[in-house]
């Protein structure tokens, strides 16, 4: 299949992980990994935008990795408010839509209000939305829809599957078709739980710092040659 026969998919959403092993094999230190995970970014996003992919989800941080030593952690939230500080201009020339998936009361009030900035400054953006999973835990979302839904007054019998995905975090993205994870792990790790219900799962050995755009055109081959019943005949 040649690259104009590819199926691109609408929403790719990717757990983007194995940067710390990337690290480790080099003798360096994990932060080292996750800057070379991040300069990664700039070229994934760039495909996609040429490609013509209209939503890209990107697991960043989850709940669960503040559970990891608090010199990490608090390297990850230097690379994010950094990415923001040198990133933003470019990728909002470029038509890019920044939204955050997650929890923001939890971070860093500096970096909120840059996270919330960003947002703001690119919300009419319509190249590609790119959602960053940032803080973000799938059963998290879905306690916290709960409570929105509850907080609305919206009564038992009005909730239904639409009304859930309305108040989940990635509201106004469509469910994602084609999910990756890098590094070999073939896991869910807490990642759009609702909204995977039938996406095509792809897996692939690459950790994250060395996939580049050539491995992404390899995950939409594949995904090309897939066929998706959603349970259907
Ligand atoms: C993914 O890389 C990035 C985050 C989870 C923040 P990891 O840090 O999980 O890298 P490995 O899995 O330890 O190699
Ligand atoms: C998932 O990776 C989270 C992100 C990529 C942000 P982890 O490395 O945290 O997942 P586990 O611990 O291997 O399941
Ligand atoms: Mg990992």
């Not at 697991?59 to 990891?68: K, L, M, Q, V």
């Not at 869910?188 to 990642?191: A, E, K, L």
């Given at each position: 299949m040649t690259s104009t026969e590819l199926k691109i998919p609408a929403h790719i959403a990717i757990i983007m992980d194995g940067n710390g092993r990337w690290a480790a094999a080099r003798g360096l230190p994990r932060l080292e990994g996750h800057r070379a995970g991040t300069e990664n970014l700039r070229q994934i996003i760039r495909a996609c935008v040429e490609l013509g992919v209209k939503y890209l989800t990107l697991?960043?941080?989850?709940?669960?990795?503040?559970?990891?030593p608090k010199e990490e952690v608090n390297g990850l939230l230097t690379i994010l408010e950094s990415v923001i500080d040198h990133e933003l201009n470019e990728l909002n020339a470029e038509g890019v839509r920044i939204v955050h998936v997650g929890r923001l009361e939890a971070m860093p009030k500096k970096i909120r209000q840059k996270v919330c900035h960003s947002m703001e400054k690119t919300r009419n953006n319509e190249k590609l939305v790119l959602n960053i999973a940032w803080n973000y835990g799938g059963r998290d979302e879905i306690v916290c829809a709960l409570q929105e839904i509850v907080k609305a007054g919206i009564p038992a019998e009005k909730i239904n599957e639409e009304v859930i995905t309305q108040h989940l975090?990635?509201?106004g993205s469509p469910d994602p078709d084609l999910i990756i994870r890098t590094s070999g792990e073939m896991r869910?790790?807490?990642?759009l739980i609702w909204q995977s219900a039938y996406a095509e799962w792809y897996f692939t050995p690459t950790l994250w710092p060395d996939f580049n755009k050539e491995e992404l055109k390899k995950a939409i081959d594949n995904y090309s040659h897939r066929k998706r019943r959603f349970g259907k005949l």
């Open positions: 697991y960043a941080f989850s709940t669960e990795n503040w559970g990891r975090f990635t509201h869910v790790s807490n990642f």
